[in-house]
């Protein structure tokens, strides 16, 4: 019997990262968890991971840009197990860059990944709790960059999940739902798929040259190695997923209202 069996989760952007890593934590520790993200060949690797730990998972391909798509993954465990535990809120993109020079498809993507699925899914999982009566947990993921005095387009998102996941933290003081906020700092995933220029920067400063995958996207076992090596500058997605652990498996009458998980020294990456 693990802490959470009989429980059922839901982890978005558990494709890669923190997602992949809080998925397998949470699958080990019993519960049936419906991993999201765009990347069915890399779910199915995240599923076969969790099956491996002894744990239960269910793959849900899906573009959480879509509103419907976010209400849909909530439903398809409500409709698969009869109800909803825990709701990961992790999925997120980084476009990062001087806002003189920043285009407004990349904002739109930002906005609608790390704000508006986060938003709908929080809403989708409060109105799955309630239906099934659950002690239930809403994990909305951050960043430290929402905690810097220039934080840039991204971290300007973050700031908004703060902002949002505070607000939704009161509102459910008289349910039996706890709100977290988790506040990674620099953390070895994929989130700089986009900008190999920062990639680059990254591995020089870490003084290792893992090599540049052409899409961006490192293997899980590649970004453990990275992180085991800089572990003083990058946390591990593993660092992330335990604490998120520790939040969810407290008694509800207590509130962990927010986590900061970072590496023991700072990496200085510009906004
Ligand atoms: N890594 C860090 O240093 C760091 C620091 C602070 C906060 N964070 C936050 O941690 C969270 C997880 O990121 P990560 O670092 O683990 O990066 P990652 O390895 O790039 O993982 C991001 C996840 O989000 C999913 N995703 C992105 N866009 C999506 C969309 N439109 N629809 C569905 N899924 C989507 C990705 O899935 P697909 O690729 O399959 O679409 C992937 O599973 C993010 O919210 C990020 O902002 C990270």
């Excluded at 995240?46 to 849900?60: D, E, K, L, N, P």
């Excluded at 999940?161 to 509102?171: D, F, G, H, P, Q």
């Amino acid at each position: 019997m693990g802490v959470l069996t009989g429980k059922t989760a839901v982890v978005t952007g558990a494709s890669s990262g923190i997602g992949r890593a809080v998925a397998l934590h949470m699958g080990e520790a019993g519960a049936h968890v419906f991993a999201a993200g765009r990347r069915a060949e890399a779910l199915a690797d995240t599923v076969a991971a969790v099956a491996r730990t002894g744990g239960a998972a269910t793959s849900v391909a899906a573009d959480l840009r879509d509103p419907d798509a976010v209400q849909g993954l909530v439903d398809q465990a409500m409709a698969g197990t009869g109800r909803l535990d825990v709701m990961v809120n992790n999925a997120g993109v980084s476009f990062r860059g001087p806002l003189a020079d920043g285009d407004p498809r990349a904002w739109r993507e930002m906005l609608e990944v790390n704000v508006l699925a986060l938003a709908v899914g929080s809403r989708a999982a409060v109105r799955a709790m309630r239906a099934c009566g659950a002690e239930g947990h809403i994990v909305n993921v951050s960043s430290s960059a929402s905690r810097l005095e220039a934080p840039g387009f991204y971290g300007a998102t973050k700031t908004a999940v703060n902002a949002i996941t505070a607000s939704l933290r009161r509102e459910l003081e008289n349910d039996t739902i706890r709100v977290v906020t988790v506040i990674p700092g620099p953390t070895a995933t994929n989130l700089a798929r986009y900008q190999p220029d920062l990639l680059r920067g990254l591995t020089a400063s870490l003084g290792e040259d893992i090599g540049l995958p052409s899409d961006g996207l490192f293997p899980p076992e590649t970004l453990d190695r990275t992180a085991a090596a800089a572990s003083q500058f990058l946390a591990s997605a593993d660092d992330v997923a335990r604490a998120v652990l520790f939040a969810i498996t407290q008694p509800i009458e207590l509130s962990i209202a927010e986590i900061a998980v970072q590496p023991a020294r700072r990496l200085t990456i510009p906004a």
